[in-house]
Nanobody
């Protein structure tokens, strides 16, 4: 089984920074695409940033230029550096991993989620 453990959330003032960490168990991390999602109260979970196993990245428009996703394969960890935080960034942030593989002739996608960590940005 794969487990994702998150840390680094907290309370900061607008303009401040936080660095979220996600540590993965198991031996499949190096072939996984990793992402950070966030969820606002009463809303659907939305993608914030993603980094592929080949280290290509993509970001939601709302965080471009402020957030940076990275990974360290030797530590089996993924990070989200969050700078210039805004009150509208307040949400629960989730680490996500995706493994895609063939089981026989069928393409299978397995998803793994962390427990979530609260980020609160005050005005």
């Amino acid at each position: 089984q794969v487990q994702l453990v998150e840390s680094g959330g907290g309370l900061v003032q607008a303009g401040g920074s936080l660095r979220l960490s996600c540590a993965a168990s198991g031996s499949i991390f190096n072939v996984a695409d990793m992402a950070w999602y966030r969820q606002f109260p009463g809303k659907e979970r939305e993608l914030v940033a993603i980094i592929s196993r080949n280290r290509t990245t993509d970001y939601a428009d709302s965080v471009k230029g402020r957030f940076t996703i990275s990974r360290n394969n030797s530590k089996k960890s993924v990070y989200l550096q969050m700078n210039n935080l805004k009150p509208e960034d307040t949400a629960v942030y989730y680490c996500n991993g995706i493994i895609t593989y063939y089981g026989g002739t069928a393409l299978i996608t397995d998803r793994f989620w962390g427990q979530g960590t609260q980020v609160t940005v005050s005005s």
